[in-house]
């Protein structure tokens, strides 16, 4: 490391240590402080110093999240799929199917009843059924064609 490194160094470390100050944190409970004042101890670092890591660390994995979540959000607005959701009871026709533009996913729905629908609908337009209380089908429906798109379904019957 060169003498102009170490000088980098040094001064970083004098600018956090200005940054740093006492802060006192109110409603930290009794067990925990002295779970983290133990832990402090075994690790050869101060409660400041094991609590700024811990903070940090929440920091990074929040930011983390939100871009998760940000990501996951904007993947399905540019996906190929119809999210049909929150629905207590839905009854739709194959026709009515075959008008989505997209695959169609039912999501969060108590109730869901499909009528006058063959295999190669389902096959071609529905991409999946997640939590769905009761998932109500044609008997002429194969349910080998429905139950690989099932996640989450409690109760299937044909009618």
Same mark, same amino acid.
């Given at each position: ?7 980098k160094?040094d ?7 200005k ?5 006192s944190?109110? %409603? ?12 402090? @101890?075994?690790m %050869?670092?101060?409660? %400041? ?7 940090r660390l929440?920091?990074?994995t929040?930011? %983390?999240a939100?871009?998760?979540?940000k990501?996951f ?9 119809q999210?049909?959701a929150n ?7 194959g026709?009515?199917?075959?008008e ?21 609908t389902v096959e071609?337009?529905?991409?999946g059924f ?8 044609p @008997? ?12 989450f379904?409690s109760k299937?019957?044909?009618?």
């Amino acid at each position: 490391m060169s003498e102009n490194d170490e000088n980098k160094n040094d001064k970083n470390e004098d600018e956090n240590k200005k940054e740093e100050k006492s802060v006192s944190i109110k %409603g930290v409970r009794k067990d925990l402080y002295r779970r983290i004042n133990a832990l402090a @101890k075994e690790m %050869g670092q101060t409660i %400041g110093e094991v609590t700024n890591d811990a903070y940090r660390l929440l920091s990074s994995t929040m930011d %983390g999240a939100v871009n998760i979540s940000k990501n996951f959000v904007e993947g399905a607005r540019n996906s190929n799929l119809q999210i049909i959701a929150n629905i207590d009871e839905l009854t739709l026709k194959g026709e009515e199917i075959k008008e989505f533009s997209r695959k169609v996913s039912f999501r969060n729905i108590k109730v869901l009843t499909l009528t006058d629908i063959d295999d190669q609908t389902v096959e071609s337009k529905i991409h999946g059924f997640v939590d769905i209380d009761e998932l109500r089908i044609p @008997k002429e429906l194969k349910k080998s064609i429905i139950l690989p798109k099932c996640s989450f379904v409690s109760k299937i019957v044909q009618v």
